[in-house]
């Protein structure tokens, strides 16, 4: 589990957030995914978050593999330029930390894209709302099949969902297929 993290950004003019990402397999072995609204608030300020961090495995008080800062932050171009559900996905590069890569510490997950839709999928992620007994301080976890093949208005790929009661903080967390948790 500790390849999933929470995330602490601001939104210059705005706020400051919380979201979840994920650790993937990268050449240069320092890529965080998250939701495209975790990285750049399309639509609204069209500004690049700020303070972009990163602290995997947390759990209450505790950060086990410390706080990973982003060099660099990107998203789709579908997302940054329409705010399209159908892009919300983002990425940030980390710094290294005492002289380390984020993958050489954590691990990392693998990543695919136009896979099958019907599969079982464990989502990761750190709920922050409504929650008081655990507002946004442990990784929830929760499995699910494919339940909604919705489309959002505009082009480009369907996006689906699953049955998950996680809320606002858990945005951006991985879906890993079944069997590969």
Known sequence: YRRHGKVYLTIPGDDDYVCSATAVRSRKRNVVITAGHC????????????NWMFVPGKRDGNEPYGRWTAKRLASTAGWKRRASLRYDVGAAVMKRRNGKKLQ??????????????????????YPAQGLAFSPGNRLWHCVSGNVDNDSPPGRGPRTLGIECDMTGGSSGGGWVVSGKV
């Open 39 to 50: 990285v750049f608030d399309a639509g609204i300020t069209d500004r690049w978050a700020r």
């Open 104 to 125: 050489n510490v954590i691990g990392a997950r693998g990543i695919a894209f136009n896979r099958p839709r019907n599969r079982t999928y464990n989502a990761f992620g």
